[in-house]
T-cell receptor
């Protein structure tokens, strides 16, 4: 069956360190993968989109990698800050009959300690 | 630019009652999504519209849920009759096209008692 796996346990790190979050998937062939941030009581906010033919994408302190062989994406936040504390969701956009149907993982909670 | 608007923000109903949610996407966005997010889980796509046509509704419980997007702009999601397991946050999102970055509304928190 198709599955998207993100660590269910919260990731606790110290301010200034690099946070690395993992998104693994099985039985999907996504053309696109996206990362979102979600704060309590709010809707998700888009961070980055990476295509299957891209290995890496960066935006300010954020970096995403996409390995279609390992079926894995890594999301890095460098020089993390307490304000980065939130839940981070990965979403796949596998093509289906010519359309792209987004599918989200359950998210990983990141807690950055001052 | 104005974001995605949703109403109401909160709703409490008894089981077997009906409820409707409204979404106004960002102007010019062709694609509109409705998601259900249960506490501790990621958003689950219920239905995706491209303009006023349905792209995917494979996870929409069609015996009780319905959605429409008239004139390719605003959308409503209805539940009739509601069950206890429908308690969740219902999120609306829109994007210029698909796939593309999605802009989410604040959601409607539904509690079914």
């Amino acid at each position: 069956s198709q599955k998207i796996e993100q660590n269910s346990e919260a990731l606790n790190i110290q301010e200034g360190k690099t946070a690395t979050l993992t998104c693994n998937y099985t039985n999907y062939s996504p053309a696109y993968l996206q990362w979102y941030r979600q704060d309590p009581g709010r809707g998700p906010v888009f961070l980055l989109l990476i295509r299957e033919n891209e290995k890496e994408k960066r935006k300010e302190r954020l970096k995403v990698t996409f390995d279609t062989t390992l079926k894995q994406s890594l999301f890095h936040i460098t020089a993390s800050q307490p304000a980065d504390s939130a839940t981070y969701l990965c979403a796949l956009d596998p093509a289906s009959g010519g359309s792209y149907i987004p599918t989200f993982g359950r998210g990983t909670s990141l807690i950055v300690h001052p | 630019e104005a974001g995605v608007a949703q109403s109401p923000r909160y709703k409490i109903i008894e089981k077997r009652q009906s409820v409707a949610f409204w979404c106004n996407p960002i102007s010019g966005h062709a694609t509109l999504y409705w998601y259900q997010q249960i506490l501790g889980q990621g958003p689950k796509l219920l239905i995706q519209f491209q303009n006023n046509g349905v792209v995917d509704d494979s996870q929409l419980p069609k015996d009780r849920f319905s959605a429409e997007r008239l004139k390719g702009v605003d959308s409503t999601l209805k539940i009739q009759p509601a069950k206890l397991e429908d308690s969740a946050v219902y999120l609306c999102a829109s994007s210029l096209d698909s796939p593309d970055e999605q802009y989410f509304g604040p959601g409607t928190r539904l509690t079914v008692t």
